[in-house]
């Protein structure tokens, strides 16, 4: 397959420059490490290498260096699309180059050959009660269809060190493959009459999912899909689901397992549901008044929200001091395709009044909005109203980074993680001035 033929010709430069650092350099130091950034979730601290995607606080996200309107520009797209495939992206995020036409076909032409969901997965789903969270289906599917792995097969037959990122590649090709078809199945279980659809074979990887759903206005929203896809498929390798997924997997848990675990962290609020508060909060501000309110009306509305201790959702971002360009491109599509839907007119009206509010309380680095701050809007827009389902959309998306950085840190031979960490007495005696009485064990 042209991911593995790629992969193995680029790989022995990739692992002369990591052993050169490990050892020319080993002991250069990178960062310090302060007390409140131990006891305020290490923010900030650089604990992680990853190559695939970079957070540059001015351009937004780089997907292998290229920022998003690059790579929405240079990516290939099927004959009257106006999106990139999602093959071609996870050419990009696997092999490190931009794809030809070609090479992003052969990708979804894999894809193609794997989409089936297997009858076990599909029961297993049927089985659960109703009210089971859409997350939840998901993360358990996904372990569902680790019975089928290559890499904790081949492990048990005595797989070669060098060669672990082989069938963790096969793997990864075959979990990705089914995501559109698995989000699909359940969305169509949970909240409408439970037919199972086959994909279009004539349609890309993205474009099924809205295939898949029957969406009403299937055109527009496979071209949504098929951007949503892109915008949210990594993300650096240190939020919550890549850094859980970069700690299973150095394990040697296999691509199926370290998937659910990502997922299983996306699931959590204060991650992968911030799309579904910026959606409820938007759905409050347009309920709290009898018209469409002027700029005046909203900005005293921030202002008392803002006043009561409550946050506004979809603004600001822990690297960014600019607006998120994800968010740029879901605006400007918004834009072409429903410029006079209310919702995002208010989304409009929001970012023209809030920076400034925000700015005014001299406490927020970054006053701009984020991805989080219209993706809800769209998919609400398109009929997509089950607010619990968007994070599984998510979940489709990221496990395309997911899977990229779990090749490339077998395929650089990275160890198992082990942190050390220290006990509330140590940290007193170190900022006396003491030498610690506690053995530390390596």
């Not at 004959?79 to 090479?103: H, I, R, V």
């Amino acid at each position: 397959m042209i991911l593995h033929d790629r992969i193995a010709e680029i790989l022995p430069d990739w692992r002369n420059r990591v052993n050169r650092l490990v050892t020319e350099h080993r002991d250069f130091k990178v960062c310090d490490v302060t007390i409140s950034q131990i006891y305020q979730g290490i923010r900030g601290v650089q604990i992680q290498v990853a190559d695939i995607s970079y957070v540059d606080p001015y351009e937004g996200i780089r997907l292998r260096g290229y920022t998003i309107p690059e790579v929405l520009e240079k990516l290939p797209r099927l004959p009257g699309c106006e999106f990139p495939m999602a093959g071609g992206l996870y050419f990009l995020l696997m092999a490190d180059a931009l794809p030809t036409f070609e090479e992003a076909m052969e990708v979804e032409n894999e894809w193609k050959k794997h989409m089936e969901i297997p009858r076990h997965v599909v029961n297993m789903i049927h089985s659960m009660p109703r009210e089971t969270h859409p997350m939840t289906l998901f993360s358990q599917a996904i372990m569902a269809l680790q019975v089928d792995s290559i890499f904790a097969r081949q492990y048990l037959d005595g797989l070669t060190k060098t060669d672990y990122w082989k069938p963790t590649l096969d793997d990864s090709i075959r979990l990705t493959a089914k995501l559109p078809s698995l989000a699909a199945i359940i969305y169509n279980w949970k909240y409408r009459n439970g037919e199972i659809n086959a994909p279009n074979p004539d349609l890309d990887w993205s474009g099924n999912f809205a295939y898949m759903i029957e969406n009403p206005n299937n055109h527009e929203y496979e071209e949504l899909c098929r951007l949503f896809f892109l915008l949210h498929s990594d993300h650096e390798g240190a939020n919550v689901s890549a850094h859980t997924a970069h700690l299973v997997n150095s394990a040697l848990s296999d691509i199926y397992l370290t998937s659910a675990a990502a997922m299983n962290g996306l699931a959590g609020p204060l991650h992968g549901l911030a799309n579904q508060e910026c959606l409820r909060w938007l759905l409050k501000v347009y309920n709290s008044f009898e018209s469409f309110p002027s700029k005046d009306e909203l900005a005293d509305f921030a202002r008392r929200e803002l006043k009561s201790g409550r946050v506004i959702p979809g603004y600001g971002h822990a690297v960014l001091r600019t607006t998120d360009p994800r968010f740029t491109a879901q605006f400007e599509f918004a834009r072409k395709y429903l410029p006079d839907d209310e919702l995002y007119q208010l989304v409009c009206r929001i970012y023209e009044v809030l920076p400034d509010i925000l700015k005014e309380t001299g406490k927020i680095k970054n006053p701009y909005p984020n991805v989080d701050a219209i993706n809800g809007t769209l998919q609400y827009h398109y009929g997509v109203r089950e607010f619990d389902f968007y994070t599984v959309l998510f979940g489709v998306s990221r496990i395309l980074g997911i899977t990229a950085h779990a090749v490339w840190a077998r395929a650089l031979n990275k160890p198992i993680e082990r942190p050390k960490s220290l006990t509330t007495a140590m940290l007193e005696e170190r900022v006396a001035g003491k030498p610690d009485t506690i053995e530390v064990a390596m």
